[in-house]
């Protein structure tokens, strides 16, 4: 089944303490993106990759690093979060921009 | 920088009975896609339907369809015989032809009324 895949789905951390979302696509795509989702604000790209080892900032990328090493996983990191960085996670993988392939959606709460 | 802007937080429909959702944006482009997601309580992004920009033909999926205007920019989804499973939010989005970055809307919640 082709799917996007994102660990954890749910976490809950303090600030400052360094954690990192996976995401998995196994659908052989060259793009892949991560997207947070905040009331009243839609969802805003954070970061993008055309393929392995090329990345690019999106619209809001402060606070978040990103790395692909390999074509199917795209990890986000966040070193030092924040509670301004409570949000919804979303991961997205395409061949182009035909169809966006959304995984489950990441809960981060920063306390 | 594109737009996309949904002009209505929050629209209610009667069971059965058909309700458009309003988005417009803003591009200087000519080739690109819109899409609409829909975002039921599993958070899950589910895309309705797509609009390639080229094209002049409305796009139609079952009961969803759209009024693409492009010298407007505008972009409205129509669903006809609204069911109870329609209710959810909903995200207008415009992706330029090979940029792979998605700008949404900020979202209309339909609440579909037994």
């Known amino acids: 089944e082709a799917q996007v895949t994102q660990n954890p789905r749910y976490l809950i951390t303090v600030t400052g303490k360094k954690l990192t979302v996976t995401c998995s696509q196994n659908?052989?795509?060259?793009?892949m993106s991560w997207y947070r989702q905040d009331p009243g604000l839609g969802l805003r790209q954070i970061y993008y990759?055309?393929?392995?080892?090329?990345?690019d900032k999106g619209d809001v990328p402060e606070g978040y690093k990103v790395s692909r090493k390999e074509k199917r996983n795209f990890p986000l990191i966040l070193e030092s979060p924040s509670p301004n960085q409570t949000s919804l996670y979303f991961c997205?993988?395409?061949?182009?921009?035909?169809?966006?392939?959304f995984g489950p959606g990441t809960r981060l709460t920063v306390t | 920088a594109q737009t996309v802007t949904q002009s209505q937080p929050e629209m209610s429909v009667q069971e059965a009975e058909t309700v458009t959702l309003s988005c417009t944006y803003d591009?200087?482009?000519?080739?690109?896609?819109l899409f609409w997601y829909k975002q039921p309580p599993s958070r899950q992004m589910i895309l309705v339907i797509r609009?390639?920009?080229?094209?002049?033909q409305n796009a139609t999926e079952n009961r969803f369809s759209v009024n693409f205007q492009k010298a407007a920019k505008s972009f409205s989804l129509k669903i006809s015989d609204s069911q109870l499973g329609d209710a959810a939010m909903y995200f207008c989005?415009?992706?330029?032809?090979?940029?792979?970055?998605?700008?949404f809307g900020t979202g209309t919640r339909l609440t579909v009324i037994p």
């Open positions: 997205a993988s395409s061949r182009d921009s035909y169809e966006q392939y």
């Open positions: 659908m052989n795509h060259e793009y």
């Open positions: 990759s055309m393929n392995v080892e090329v990345t």
């Open positions: 591009t200087s482009e000519s080739d690109y896609y």
């Open positions: 609009q390639e920009a080229y094209k002049q």
């Open positions: 989005a415009y992706d330029q032809t090979g940029a792979n970055n998605l700008f």
